[in-house]
């Protein structure tokens, strides 16, 4: 090999060699700063757009808890409501079976009037007020037609139901309307008429054997036997409602486990695995510069040639 002051071959060499090394460093630390092996489609495209696709599948899988946790809640509510409507029933038939006998005075059969009047208020108060963010699904008519809401849309003003969606391609599950305030005025009347009721502290009339007192009182007591078979149904309908979000919840919730895991396993970075490798490109960064060093040292030996 010619010895030159112009072209340091060894030099050059060492200088590839501490430049590759620090490349190296200033990815392996990139590593460790940010978690990722992969944070850059420059790194790994193939990895990095699968995850980016599914990093947009979590994000449409949290709107879509978001959907279920409110249509969950608006259910929870109803329930609780009908709940509470199905022990009042059953109050306001123990009294009307009471008010129904003929033998009884007419000061015990107005007090039990007033005490159907005070359950009735109760009924409709947990009607009203049975209702989460603006929905209420027992207040109004039942849903009688199937209707297919949009994604995420709430309560459909067709059928009466809260809706909430259910995948991240845009389907629904439904919980329909119960329609309990309608049963409620077909069984005693609406809030301000109190006929039926009122009309059970009257005496027995002759002339009108099922309109006052123990006549009133039994067909007080019909109405009541056919709201509470309508409760009835409504709570099992919201009870498997219910349920059914709570199944999907869960399922999303596990989902979404599943999914991050996968994002880790294809971007994340061992950082275990980066730290010994930085401890080992370090050792070479300073064997690199000491080579270098020893380089560019080699021109001044031809010096000696001229002495």
Do not use: C, H
């Amino acid at each position: 090999m010619a010895f030159s002051v112009n072209t340091n071959s060894g030099a050059m060499a060492a200088l590839q060699s501490l430049n590759a090394t620090n490349k190296s460093m200033e990815t392996t630390q990139s590593r460790i700063t940010t978690g990722l092996n992969v944070a850059s489609t420059k790194d790994d495209s193939a990895k990095y757009t699968v995850a980016q696709t599914l990093r947009g599948d979590l994000g449409k899988l949290g709107a879509v808890t978001t959907s279920l946790n409110n249509a969950k809640s608006v259910t929870d509510v109803a329930v609780a409501g009908a709940e509470q409507i199905s022990d009042l029933v059953n109050q306001m038939k123990s009294k009307a079976l009471e008010a129904s006998d003929a033998g009884l005075d007419d000061e015990s059969r107005k007090a039990i009037s007033n005490d159907l009047l005070t359950l009735k208020k109760q009924i409709n108060t947990v009607i009203e007020g049975s209702s989460f963010n603006g929905t209420n699904l027992l207040k109004g008519t039942a849903a009688v037609a199937e209707t297919t809401p949009g994604a995420g849309d709430g309560v459909d003003a067709t059928g009466g139901k809260v809706s909430a969606l259910q995948s991240i391609d845009g389907d629904t599950l439904s919980v329909n309307n119960q329609g309990l305030s309608a049963a409620a005025e077909t069984a005693f009347g609406d809030a301000d008429t109190d006929d039926d009721i009122t009309n059970i502290g009257l005496a027995n009339d002759p002339d009108d054997v099922a309109g006052t007192g123990s006549g009133a009182a039994d067909a007080l007591l019909t109405k009541l036997d056919t709201m509470f078979d309508t409760v009835k149904t409504s709570l099992s309908d919201l009870g498997a409602g219910s349920r059914q979000i709570e199944g999907q919840l869960s399922f999303n919730s596990n989902l979404s486990d599943v999914i991050t895991t996968g994002i880790g396993s294809l971007v994340d970075a061992d950082l275990a695995k980066e730290s010994a490798n930085l401890q080992a490109l370090q050792v070479q960064q300073q064997l690199g510069v000491q080579a270098l060093s020893i380089a560019n040292q080699s021109p001044q030996t031809l010096l000696s040639l001229f002495r």
